[in-house]
Each structure stands twice: as structure tokens, then as C-alpha cells.
């Protein structure tokens, strides 16, 4: 072979592996990078979905900013470490069962900007990942799909089948989804009593584990009794929840229409629907657990006798508990002065029982009674909209009479809760009424922000939160264009 020709050759080869490589190159360049937008959200969406943080981390550090991606599959917060008083980044992402948690993060970074620039960086890479799911391996029950039909349509209450099907609930319905990826079930049959002659009770559990939560206690569901074992600082306080139904015999009193009729059911007829609940979780004697025992014993009572029942019957929960009644005149010269008159029992027909829970026989191992009137879909729906959950072209109303300032005078207020200013928290209307003689009495700071009742020498002495609203309705519509 001549030397010309043998060169001619090594070219046409030469440019053969040149060709190649090029094509390599091109089959190797990158695909245009997918566009992250990512938005920085209230404290409140952030609040809404990420039920698994522990609260030893907001005693450590103060969450300032919150990110997420555009469906919100990765979230991001920025802490200032209270110890070392620089910054931390931390990326969440749900894990197996739906739950947001840790994923990717880093500490130590000395400044805002630094850590706002590592963090949006870190949520695009995990924004990246083929799987909106980050599997980690520490839940071994199934995801809560707490909307997912398991009883016939014939078994679901009007309030139940309304929450699922109306749009104008969307809000409430996706919060409440939220919540419950990371509800545990001692029992296993929460969403089957949920979707059907359960679901205000149901309803009431969900809200105390959304209040407990938001109060950064620790909650335990290794036991399936009572209904809540939670801690705080190393106090442990154990919750059973009671709710007042409809009567199986038919025998409860109409809705009342006025000031007066309203005045007498408070009287007799209410108190002793309140008793129903309460004697029958005493008689369980929780206290005699061993997780229990030597603990603060709490029943968690909520109104739903009647549509609006909620609405007025609290003061009848006070006058049994303490077998004592308050009331309130006025005088130019006094102002507004509380009487209190002692009640020995309550009758109702033929019907008589003892006033006084707290004097009653064992009653002493209840330390106190937790009360609201807010486990409603209409708090759900203000909750969630709060969270910016559900259809955006909402108009929602929360109107009702609130205590100010710990005053005991009740204040109209129309409140617009799709407003930037608006506020509003699982503790509003949380009532608690400690037992005079409990063995082992509840500290009150440990649940900071309610109003607290104490009964003492025949006299009345409460703590009231800046705003307390004692009883008001959501109203909802379409924005008007």
C-alpha cells in the first residue's frame, strides 16, 4: 500500500471518530432544564402541611420564611438556630404515607440571603426527582385516604356527603385530607366512623389533634385509651373526647327561638345532657392505666345535640361542672356585677341528678374538662382557607361575639377571613374548667392562649385570651366580579 493512500485512509478514519464523538457529545448534551417556580407561602399553608415536625425544633429555633414548589411537593423553611444564632435550611418532602419530612438541608450558614439562595436551590433539585414521593421508611401503616369511600352512600350523614361534594368546602376538604396523612389510628376504624354516624365525633378528634399540634405538644398514639396521651416539657397529659348527640329516643327539647327559651334549657335541660357524656367516661376510670396513672386526666367535651346547639349551650357545661350558676346586672355605680348562686341538682321531668361533676365520687381523678364549639365544617373551611387550600374565588365570612381584653361584655364582630390580615387559630374558643379538687391538677401554661375557669369560695375567677370568641357562624359565597 502506497504511503499516500495508507494516509488517505487514517483521515477518512481520523474523521469517522471525529463524527462519532460529535454525536456522542450531542447524545450526551443535557435536555433543557425543567423551569422550578418556587413561591414563598404564609406560615399558615406551612403550618397546614407539615404535621410531622417535632416540637422540640420550634424550642431550638424560630421559623422566619416558608417556601414550597409550585405543587407543593417540597417544602422549605429557613430557621434562625436560637443557640448559635446563625441560619438553617431544611427541605421537606412526603414521604410514603403523604407525610412532609426532612430530606435535605444545611446548618450554619451565617446569613439570610445565603440561606434563602441554598434553600431555593436545594428545593429545585429535589423538585427535580422523578418521584414526588421521598420513601424513608419509618411509617408501617397504610396512607390515610380519609375521602376514599369504605361505607355505602346510604350510611353517610347529609354533613359528611355536603363536605365531600360541595365545592364551596374545598378548602375544609383538602386541610382535612392534610391532616390526616399523618393521623394516626389506634383503633382502625376512624375513617369508616368518619364517613358515616360517627363523623362528629370523628370531627371532634381531628380538631383536638390539629389544637394539640399547633400547642407543640408531642403526641402519642401508641395507646388506643384514652383517646390522646400528649406531652410537653415532660408533663404528660392524658385526653379523652365525649360528644353530646342527638338522643336515641327522640326526646330532645326544639331548637330554641328565643332569649328566654334559650335561658331555660340552660336551666335543666342542657346540664343534664352534659352529665350523659361526662359520668359515662368516668365510669371507664382511665386513671387506673398504668400510662395514666399519676398524670393530669383531662375529658374533651363538644355540643352536638342540636344543629346550633354549639351555639348557646356552654353555659350549661359550667353550672354542672361546678354546681354553680353566674349572672351578671349592671349598675351605674358598680358596673357590671357577678352574682353566683350554688345549685344542689338539675330536674327534668321525672329526671334528677346531682349538680357538681367536680364533687361527684371519683371525680377527682378528672384533673379538668376541655370545651369548644368550633369542630365544625365551617372552622375546617376558615382553617383551610387560611392555608390557601381549595378554590381561590371564595368569599368567607366569620361573624359572630367575641370577649376582648378579658372582658366579660360580648362584642359583635364580621370578620373577612380571605383578608391578608385575617388570624385565626385552633386554640380560638378552647375553654378549659379546672377541677377544684383534682389529684393532680392541669398547669395552665401549658396551654397558653385559651380561656381557663376556676371555681373557688363560691366564686367564679377566669383567664381570658386578648380575643375570645364565644360563639359566631361562617357565611360563604362567590366573590363578586
Not at 246 to 258: G, I, K, L, R, W
Not at 405 to 416: A, G, R, T
Request: charged share 25%; proline share 4%; net charge neutral.
Amino acid at each position: 500500500m502506497s504511503q499516500v493512500r495508507a494516509k488517505s485512509i487514517k483521515r477518512k478514519i481520523k474523521n469517522v471518530k471525529a463524527r462519532r464523538d460529535v454525536v456522542r457529545s450531542r447524545s450526551r448534551k443535557r435536555q433543557p432544564e425543567k423551569y422550578i417556580v418556587i413561591n414563598e407561602i404564609p406560615k399558615a399553608k406551612f403550618e397546614a402541611l407539615s404535621y410531622a415536625r417535632a416540637p422540640l425544633v420550634k424550642t431550638m429555633s424560630d421559623e422566619v420564611e416558608w417556601y414550597s414548589n409550585e405543587s407543593n411537593t417540597v417544602l422549605g423553611t429557613i430557621l434562625i438556630d436560637n443557640i448559635d444564632n446563625d441560619y438553617v435550611a431544611v427541605v421537606l418532602g412526603r414521604d410514603e404515607v403523604g407525610v412532609f419530612r426532612w430530606i435535605d438541608g444545611l446548618h450554619s450558614i451565617d446569613s439570610i440571603t445565603k440561606a434563602r439562595a441554598i434553600l431555593k436551590k436545594r428545593i429545585c433539585i429535589q423538585s427535580k426527582s422523578c418521584s414526588n414521593v421521598f420513601p424513608q421508611g419509618l411509617v408501617k401503616r397504610k396512607k390515610n385516604l380519609i375521602f376514599h369511600p369504605v361505607v355505602k352512600i346510604d350510611k353517610m350523614l347529609e354533613d359528611y356527603k355536603t363536605l365531600v361534594n360541595s365545592e364551596f368546602f374545598s378548602p375544609a376538604k383538602e386541610l382535612i385530607r392534610e391532616i390526616a396523612y399523618s393521623f394516626e389510628d389506634p383503633d382502625g376504624n376512624y375513617i369508616e366512623q368518619f364517613q358515616s354516624s360517627g363523623f362528629n365525633a370523628r370531627m371532634w378528634e381531628l380538631y383536638l389533634y390539629a389544637l394539640f399540634h399547633e400547642m407543640d405538644f408531642m403526641i402519642s398514639r401508641e395507646f388506643n385509651s384514652p383517646d390522646y396521651v400528649i406531652e410537653k416539657g415532660g408533663i404528660r397529659v392524658c385526653i379523652e373526647a365525649v360528644t353530646i348527640n342527638p338522643s336515641q329516643h327522640h326526646v330532645d327539647e326544639d331548637e330554641p327561638q328565643t332569649v328566654e327559651e334559650v335561658d331555660r334549657l340552660l336551666l335543666d335541660y342542657m346540664p343534664i345532657k352534659y352529665s350523659g357524656g361526662l359520668r359515662n367516661k368516668l365510669l371507664k376510670k382511665y386513671w387506673e392505666k398504668s400510662h395514666v396513672s399519676g398524670n393530669p386526666l383531662l375529658i374533651a367535651i363538644h355540643d352536638f345535640h342540636q344543629k346550633d346547639s354549639m351555639m348557646w349551650s356552654r353555659k350549661a357545661l359550667e353550672s354542672y361542672l361546678f354546681g354553680a350558676r353566674r349572672s351578671y346586672s349592671f349598675t351605674p355605680k358598680g358596673g357590671v356585677v357577678e352574682s353566683v348562686d350554688i345549685i344542689a341538682d338539675h330536674r327534668l321531668g321525672e329526671k334528677v341528678i346531682p349538680s357538681g361533676f367536680f364533687s361527684q365520687p371519683d371525680s377527682e381523678n378528672i384533673s379538668a374538662v376541655i370545651h369548644s364549639n368550633q369542630a365544625t365544617i365551617g372552622k375546617f373551611l376558615r382553617m383551610g382557607c387560611l392555608a390557601e387550600f381549595g378554590r381561590k374565588d371564595l368569599d368567607v365570612k366569620f361573624v359572630g361575639q367575641a370577649i376582648y381584653n378579658n372582658n366579660q361584655l360580648h362584642i359583635n364582630f364580621e370578620s373577612d377571613v380571605c383578608s391578608e390580615e385575617y388570624e385565626e387559630y385552633w386554640k380560638d374558643s378552647i375553654t378549659i374548667y379546672h377541677n377544684p379538687d383534682a389529684l393532680f391538677p392541669l398547669d395552665r401554661d401549658l396551654f397558653p392562649g385559651v380561656a381557663h375557669v376556676y371555681f373557688c369560695d363560691n366564686n367564679f375567677y377566669s383567664i381570658k385570651p386578648q380575643y375570645y370568641p364565644v360563639h359566631g357562624r361562617t357565611y360563604y359565597g362567590l366573590k363578586e366580579i
